[in-house]
């Protein structure tokens, strides 16, 4: 337990570092509380600070910079945001919404990956949609003996293809009877329902348009496996830049590992999406990310009434949180007011 007195000091700490990035001392310290203290009573109080674990010194200062258990106090207890901060950022945000525009859902995801990149100048990351992959047509085209191209709509508008390279060649009218049944059939249908229900009716139908239609199934299925693991990251560079990581490769070196493996990171995505509101994990606290100088802001977002994904800004543990915070709230709303458009 902190008195009144050590968390107004500790706050302020925590809001010059953040601002500045330079070990604060006991003279600026007692300029910026506005506490009529004298410097040995600063002095005292940082000391007990030090001792809670909550500050630290580095060896080339005498002053003192927080330690990600003082920034998970500062954040829990003593981060204020501001009515005009949370305005400009709203309207910043709503500016750039023309950017999530919901033609398509991946464009959805990797545009807002990039935005998130560009408001936080850090790491912007998000989930694709974790939902059963539903079908609104499928076609096939012949593009030469034993080669057919297979387009597979979903129902969010999402369009992916596949060359398919067949055992014996193909009419177009038997392209076009395989795409009928499918279309007429199964339209608007789970993937994996259509895969039960035509394991139902192969012995009525002829054993050349079956195969088309397993073939199509199975194409939805691995796209949606694909899908459902995807993280798209934007802004990895970013990290290049910020100074409390410029001069150490060590460190640059395991986020860069961990922005290249991913599993990790979905990990931690993963957990996310199961709590509602932003969630922030500094340091190595997730358990999960055992990088002592990352931080991450993340938060789920909705789509038709249901969390499905999870998108969230990492960067230095010394970052402005107030404002990483609204950037994240806000844009998972604008991700999830996007993929809930009608389509």
């Known amino acids: 337990m902190l008195d009144q007195r050590a968390k107004i000091l500790l706050k302020t700490l925590v809001e010059r570092y953040i601002a500045d990035g330079l070990p604060v001392g006991s003279r600026t310290l007692s300029k910026a509380a506005g506490l ?34 003082g920034y998970r106090l500062f954040v829990d207890t003593m981060l204020t945001t501001s009515g005009a901060r949370m305005e400009e950022e709203s309207q910043r945000l709503g500016a750039m919404r023309e950017q999530l525009q919901p033609d398509q859902p991946r464009r959805v995801i990797a545009n807002a990956a990039h935005l998130l990149s560009n408001l936080s100048q850090f790491v912007g990351v998000v989930t694709s949609p974790r939902h059963g992959a539903v079908f609104h047509q499928i076609e096939f085209l012949r593009l030469g003996e034993r080669r057919i191209l297979l387009i597979l709509v979903a129902s969010d508008g999402d369009v992916q293809n596949r060359v398919l390279h067949t055992a014996q060649d193909y009419t177009p009218s038997q392209l076009t009877e395989a795409s009928n049944f499918l279309n007429s059939h199964y339209s608007g249908r789970t993937i994996e329902a259509v895969r039960e229900l035509l394991h139902n009716e192969t012995e009525h139908l002829r054993s050349e348009i079956t195969t088309l239609m397993q073939a199509a199934v199975q194409f939805g299925s691995d796209a949606a496996s694909a899908e459902s693991e995807q993280v798209v990251i934007a802004g990895e560079r970013n990290l290049l830049g910020v100074q409390d990581f410029g001069a150490d490769m060590g460190s640059l070196r395991k986020m860069f590992d961990l922005f290249e493996q991913k599993t990790l990171l979905m990990r931690l995505l993963d957990g996310s999406c199961r709590a509602e509101g932003v969630r922030i994990y500094i340091g190595g606290e997730s358990g999960v990310i055992p990088i002592e100088e990352l931080s991450v802001v993340s938060s789920p977002y909705v789509v038709d009434g249901q969390l499905v994904g999870t998108l969230g800004v990492i960067g230095p543990t010394r970052m402005a949180y107030d404002r990483m915070i609204q950037i994240v709230d806000i844009t998972a709303r604008l991700v999830g007011n996007a993929l809930s458009q009608p389509k």
């Open 36 to 69: 009529e203290l004298s410097p040995a009573t600063i002095r005292n109080v940082m000391s007990d600070l030090e001792d809670l674990g909550l500050i630290v010194s580095p060896h080339t200062s005498a002053g003192r910079v927080p330690t990600p258990r």
